[in-house]
Protein backbone atom coordinates (compact mmCIF):
# COMPACT_ATOMS: atom_id res chain seq x y z
CA UNK A 1 0.00 0.00 0.00
CA UNK A 2 3.18 2.54 0.46
CA UNK A 3 4.23 2.08 -2.89
CA UNK A 4 0.90 2.68 -4.31
CA UNK A 5 0.27 5.43 -2.01
CA UNK A 6 3.81 6.71 -3.13
CA UNK A 7 2.83 6.52 -6.35
CA UNK A 8 -0.52 8.23 -6.78
CA UNK A 9 1.08 10.99 -4.27
CA UNK A 10 4.25 12.08 -6.60
CA UNK A 11 1.78 13.50 -9.58
CA UNK A 12 -0.07 15.98 -7.72
CA UNK A 13 2.88 17.15 -5.85
CA UNK A 14 5.16 17.13 -9.19
CA UNK A 15 2.67 19.57 -10.55
CA UNK A 16 2.37 21.74 -7.48
CA UNK A 17 6.44 21.89 -7.31
CA UNK A 18 6.35 22.27 -11.17
CA UNK A 19 4.36 25.41 -10.96
CA UNK A 20 5.45 26.85 -7.63
CA UNK A 21 9.02 26.49 -8.81
CA UNK A 22 7.91 28.30 -12.66
CA UNK A 23 6.71 30.85 -10.37
CA UNK A 24 9.50 32.18 -8.20
CA UNK A 25 12.03 31.80 -11.64
CA UNK A 26 9.44 34.30 -13.19
CA UNK A 27 8.76 31.85 -15.98
CA UNK A 28 4.88 31.94 -15.08
CA UNK A 29 3.40 34.66 -13.37
CA UNK A 30 0.78 33.78 -10.37
CA UNK A 31 -2.28 34.69 -13.20
CA UNK A 32 -5.60 33.69 -12.16
CA UNK A 33 -5.39 30.77 -14.42
CA UNK A 34 -2.14 29.94 -12.47
CA UNK A 35 -3.94 29.96 -9.52
CA UNK A 36 -6.62 28.21 -10.30
CA UNK A 37 -4.54 24.86 -11.60
CA UNK A 38 -2.59 25.15 -8.25
CA UNK A 39 -5.90 25.55 -6.51
CA UNK A 40 -7.09 22.29 -8.38
CA UNK A 41 -4.06 20.19 -7.48
CA UNK A 42 -4.07 21.05 -3.72
CA UNK A 43 -7.48 19.98 -3.58
CA UNK A 44 -6.48 16.64 -5.56
CA UNK A 45 -4.32 16.37 -2.79
CA UNK A 46 -6.56 16.97 0.18
CA UNK A 47 -9.32 14.88 -1.68
CA UNK A 48 -6.54 11.73 -1.55
CA UNK A 49 -5.57 12.29 1.88
CA UNK A 50 -8.80 12.18 2.99
CA UNK A 51 -9.73 9.07 1.60
CA UNK A 52 -6.82 7.06 2.81
CA UNK A 53 -7.72 8.48 6.10
CA UNK A 54 -11.22 6.73 5.62
CA UNK A 55 -9.45 3.86 3.96
CA UNK A 56 -7.01 3.24 6.83
CA UNK A 57 -9.41 3.38 9.63
CA UNK A 58 -12.20 1.17 7.29
CA UNK A 59 -9.51 -1.79 7.11
CA UNK A 60 -8.43 -1.62 10.84
CA UNK A 61 -12.50 -1.88 11.80
CA UNK A 62 -12.31 1.70 13.09
CA UNK A 63 -14.86 3.27 11.20
CA UNK A 64 -17.64 4.92 13.44
CA UNK A 65 -21.43 4.64 12.51
CA UNK A 66 -24.18 6.32 13.83
CA UNK A 67 -26.50 3.89 12.65
CA UNK A 68 -30.41 4.80 13.58
CA UNK A 69 -34.14 3.74 11.91
CA UNK A 70 -34.08 6.08 8.61
CA UNK A 71 -36.40 6.44 6.21
CA UNK A 72 -34.75 5.32 2.83
CA UNK A 73 -36.96 7.11 0.43
CA UNK A 74 -36.04 10.76 1.80
CA UNK A 75 -32.31 9.51 2.06
CA UNK A 76 -31.98 8.55 -1.99
CA UNK A 77 -34.03 11.43 -2.88
CA UNK A 78 -32.14 14.02 -1.25
CA UNK A 79 -28.73 12.30 -2.67
CA UNK A 80 -29.57 11.94 -6.05
CA UNK A 81 -31.26 15.56 -5.68
CA UNK A 82 -27.07 16.57 -4.92
CA UNK A 83 -25.78 15.41 -8.01
CA UNK A 84 -28.98 15.72 -10.55
CA UNK A 85 -27.12 19.25 -11.84
CA UNK A 86 -23.69 17.74 -12.57
CA UNK A 87 -25.31 15.22 -14.45
CA UNK A 88 -27.23 17.40 -16.10
CA UNK A 89 -24.01 19.50 -17.05
CA UNK A 90 -23.36 16.41 -18.58
CA UNK A 91 -26.45 15.68 -20.71
CA UNK A 92 -27.64 13.04 -18.55
CA UNK A 93 -30.90 11.62 -17.13
CA UNK A 94 -30.54 11.33 -13.18
CA UNK A 95 -33.66 9.86 -11.82
CA UNK A 96 -34.67 7.48 -8.97
CA UNK A 97 -37.33 4.77 -9.62
CA UNK A 98 -38.54 3.91 -6.19
CA UNK A 99 -41.84 2.43 -4.45
CA UNK A 100 -44.31 4.77 -2.68
CA UNK A 101 -43.11 2.47 0.90
CA UNK A 102 -39.91 0.85 1.52
CA UNK A 103 -39.30 -0.72 5.28
CA UNK A 104 -37.33 1.40 7.62
CA UNK A 105 -33.74 0.39 8.12
CA UNK A 106 -31.18 0.75 10.59
CA UNK A 107 -28.00 2.88 9.07
CA UNK A 108 -25.38 5.89 9.04
CA UNK A 109 -27.53 7.85 6.59
CA UNK A 110 -24.03 9.81 6.25
CA UNK A 111 -21.96 6.82 5.10
CA UNK A 112 -25.13 5.52 2.76
CA UNK A 113 -25.31 8.73 1.50
CA UNK A 114 -21.52 8.54 0.74
CA UNK A 115 -21.75 5.26 -1.10
CA UNK A 116 -24.95 6.31 -3.14
CA UNK A 117 -22.65 9.78 -4.34
CA UNK A 118 -19.88 7.76 -4.79
CA UNK A 119 -22.03 5.15 -7.49
CA UNK A 120 -23.71 7.66 -8.98
CA UNK A 121 -20.35 9.65 -9.55
CA UNK A 122 -18.74 7.10 -11.21
CA UNK A 123 -21.85 6.52 -13.64
CA UNK A 124 -21.86 10.03 -14.83
CA UNK A 125 -18.26 9.89 -15.38
CA UNK A 126 -18.61 6.49 -17.30
CA UNK A 127 -22.01 7.50 -19.13
CA UNK A 128 -21.70 9.61 -22.47
CA UNK A 129 -24.03 12.70 -22.75
CA UNK A 130 -27.19 11.43 -23.60
CA UNK A 131 -26.88 8.48 -21.24
CA UNK A 132 -29.31 7.57 -18.61
CA UNK A 133 -28.55 6.27 -15.07
CA UNK A 134 -31.36 5.31 -12.83
CA UNK A 135 -31.19 4.83 -8.75
CA UNK A 136 -33.75 2.50 -7.77
CA UNK A 137 -34.40 0.23 -4.31
CA UNK A 138 -36.76 -2.31 -3.54
CA UNK A 139 -37.17 -5.03 -0.40
CA UNK A 140 -35.58 -8.16 -0.98
CA UNK A 141 -35.72 -11.00 2.12
CA UNK A 142 -34.21 -9.53 4.95
CA UNK A 143 -32.90 -6.77 3.46
CA UNK A 144 -32.85 -3.22 1.40
CA UNK A 145 -31.36 -3.34 -2.27
CA UNK A 146 -30.14 -0.63 -3.71
CA UNK A 147 -28.76 0.00 -7.10
CA UNK A 148 -27.18 2.36 -9.82
CA UNK A 149 -27.64 1.67 -13.28
CA UNK A 150 -26.45 3.11 -15.63
CA UNK A 151 -25.67 3.33 -20.20
CA UNK A 152 -22.48 4.09 -20.22
CA UNK A 153 -19.46 2.40 -21.47
CA UNK A 154 -19.66 -0.84 -18.93
CA UNK A 155 -16.89 -3.04 -17.75
CA UNK A 156 -15.18 -5.70 -19.61
CA UNK A 157 -15.46 -9.02 -17.76
CA UNK A 158 -11.98 -9.22 -16.79
CA UNK A 159 -11.98 -6.30 -14.48
CA UNK A 160 -15.22 -7.12 -12.68
CA UNK A 161 -13.40 -9.09 -9.84
CA UNK A 162 -11.30 -6.39 -8.96
CA UNK A 163 -13.30 -3.27 -9.24
CA UNK A 164 -13.76 -2.95 -5.48
CA UNK A 165 -10.25 -3.47 -4.88
CA UNK A 166 -8.22 0.01 -3.58
CA UNK A 167 -6.22 1.94 -6.58
CA UNK A 168 -7.71 -0.57 -9.19
CA UNK A 169 -8.56 1.71 -12.48
CA UNK A 170 -10.39 -0.11 -15.28
CA UNK A 171 -8.96 2.35 -17.65
CA UNK A 172 -5.06 2.99 -16.87
CA UNK A 173 -4.76 5.64 -19.08
CA UNK A 174 -7.78 7.46 -17.22
CA UNK A 175 -6.18 10.66 -16.19
CA UNK A 176 -6.51 11.01 -11.73
CA UNK A 177 -8.99 14.25 -12.85
CA UNK A 178 -11.49 12.49 -14.22
CA UNK A 179 -10.83 8.79 -13.11
CA UNK A 180 -9.91 9.24 -9.44
CA UNK A 181 -7.64 7.52 -7.47
CA UNK A 182 -9.55 4.11 -7.34
CA UNK A 183 -10.31 4.31 -3.74
CA UNK A 184 -14.03 4.80 -3.68
CA UNK A 185 -15.13 1.64 -4.39
CA UNK A 186 -12.68 0.03 -2.05
CA UNK A 187 -14.44 2.62 0.45
CA UNK A 188 -17.96 1.82 -0.55
CA UNK A 189 -17.34 -1.59 -0.15
CA UNK A 190 -16.11 -1.11 3.31
CA UNK A 191 -18.84 1.12 4.21
CA UNK A 192 -21.30 -1.31 2.91
CA UNK A 193 -19.93 -3.97 4.70
CA UNK A 194 -19.77 -2.36 8.35
CA UNK A 195 -23.46 -2.09 7.91
CA UNK A 196 -23.22 -5.85 7.38
CA UNK A 197 -24.22 -5.56 3.76
CA UNK A 198 -22.78 -6.49 0.27
CA UNK A 199 -22.01 -4.89 -2.52
CA UNK A 200 -21.92 -6.29 -6.36
CA UNK A 201 -21.34 -5.46 -9.75
CA UNK A 202 -23.19 -6.74 -13.09
CA UNK A 203 -21.94 -5.24 -16.54
CA UNK A 204 -21.48 -5.41 -20.45
CA UNK A 205 -19.18 -3.53 -22.22
CA UNK A 206 -21.09 -1.21 -24.34
CA UNK A 207 -24.27 -1.63 -22.43
CA UNK A 208 -23.67 -0.37 -19.01
CA UNK A 209 -23.49 -1.62 -15.15
CA UNK A 210 -25.48 -1.88 -12.37
CA UNK A 211 -23.98 -1.51 -9.01
CA UNK A 212 -26.25 -3.28 -6.29
CA UNK A 213 -25.85 -3.27 -2.40
CA UNK A 214 -27.72 -3.48 0.55
CA UNK A 215 -28.80 -3.20 3.59
CA UNK A 216 -30.55 -5.51 6.70
CA UNK A 217 -33.95 -4.25 7.28
CA UNK A 218 -34.79 -3.14 10.23
CA UNK A 219 -36.44 -5.39 12.72
Do not use: W
Amino acid sequence: MIADVAHELRTPLSNLKGYLEAIHDGVVKPEPDTLRSLDEEANLLSRLVDDLQELSLAEAGELRLDCRKRDTIKLLKQTVAVRQSQAAAKGISLSADLPKKLPLVNIDAYRISQVLLNLIDNAVTHTPPGGVVTVAARKLDNCLEISVEDTGEGIPAEDLPNVFERFYRVDKSRARATGGAGLGLAIAKYLVEAHNGEINVQSEPGKGSRFTFTVPVSK
